[in-house]
């Protein structure tokens, strides 16, 4: 069987983008997101929070392509809807201290409802590309909330999927120790 196509029209084809920080930071992000499916972890972005906060103990997560409600334990549920707040105080084009809010799924018995995650389960996540650091407001964030940082890292955005590094930056007092109060 043979296809014939009608071209009487013109076709116009997008064929390159530019390289900015924000492809950069998407690219990071996407592959955040995938790490997350492949490990694990199930996340949800802290503007999400902002928008939809804690409802009867719980939050919508993402866990690979499912969308799941996970029991968020009373003693930290203050310390998420505060950090949720847009940073720059900002409604219309808000943006926030951390990433992603994270949690172990592959801990449960059942991914599907995360009612059994205790503290030590979730993490603050803030996706880099390169070798990019905390920002300040960031840095003096990370020393005042109770729920563990993790700086996700990934090195090299630009190169082959099968080639790109994720590195999670644990960020503790030691690595806290390297930058001054006054930040």
Not at 60 to 71: D, N, Q, S
Not at 92 to 113: E, G, I, M, Q, T
Request: with cysteine; charged share 25%; glycine share 2%.
């Amino acid at each position: 069987m043979e296809i014939s196509y009608n071209l009487d029209y013109d076709i116009t084809i997008m064929a390159r983008i530019d390289l900015t920080p924000e492809l950069f930071g998407s690219l990071g992000e996407t592959y955040y997101k995938e790490y997350c499916a492949q490990n694990g972890w199930a996340y949800t972005s802290l503007e999400q929070i902002y928008k939809n906060s804690i409802h009867n103990d719980k939050l919508e997560f993402k866990f690979g392509f499912e969308r799941i409600l996970v029991k968020i334990p009373f003693q930290i549920q203050t310390e998420i809807i505060e950090t949720a707040k847009p940073s720059n105080n900002q409604e219309v084009n808000p943006s926030f201290v951390f990433d992603f809010l994270a949690c172990k799924a592959y801990a449960s018995n059942d991914p599907r409802h995360l009612d059994d995650l205790r503290l030590e389960d979730f993490r603050w996540v803030e996706v880099k590309t390169g070798m990019s650091d905390l920002s300040p407001n960031q840095i003096s964030m990370a020393k005042k909330v109770k729920i563990p940082l993790i700086r996700c890292r990934v090195a090299n955005v630009m190169v082959r999927p099968e080639e790109v590094d994720i590195y999670w930056d644990p960020v503790d007092n030691e690595y806290l120790s390297r930058f001054n109060d006054d930040h």
